[in-house]
């Protein structure tokens, strides 16, 4: 059954996967500043800082679908369980 209590933990993992993403790119972004320019480290953590921002831009619309999905659900189970009584 689809109810509120269950998505906390959706909820909990969209915030700490947030967390992640943020700290991932500070991260990588103070590893860059101590890099000599134009060699192969110094591009392979400019790839990964590309690849963060590119997954940090999708974070809303992730929020939007778990939202989406979330009403979707409990309006499935209204009807669902109307349907039965």
């Known amino acids: 059954m689809v109810n509120l209590g269950n ?3 959706v909820a909990i993992t ?3 996967l947030a967390i992640v993403i943020g700290i991932g790119g500070t991260v990588l972004d ?3 500043d101590t890099q000599t320019a134009d060699t192969w480290a110094y ?3 400019e790839s990964g800082l590309e690849g963060v ?3 940090g831009d999708w974070l809303p619309t992730i929020a939007v679908i778990l939202v989406s999905a979330l009403v979707i659900g409990i309006i499935g189970a209204y009807f669902y369980t109307r349907s039965m009584s």
């Open 7 to 9: 998505m906390s933990a």
């Open 14 to 16: 969209f915030v700490v």
């Open 30 to 32: 103070d590893i860059q």
């Open 43 to 45: 591009n392979a953590t």
């Open 53 to 55: 921002g590119t997954f």
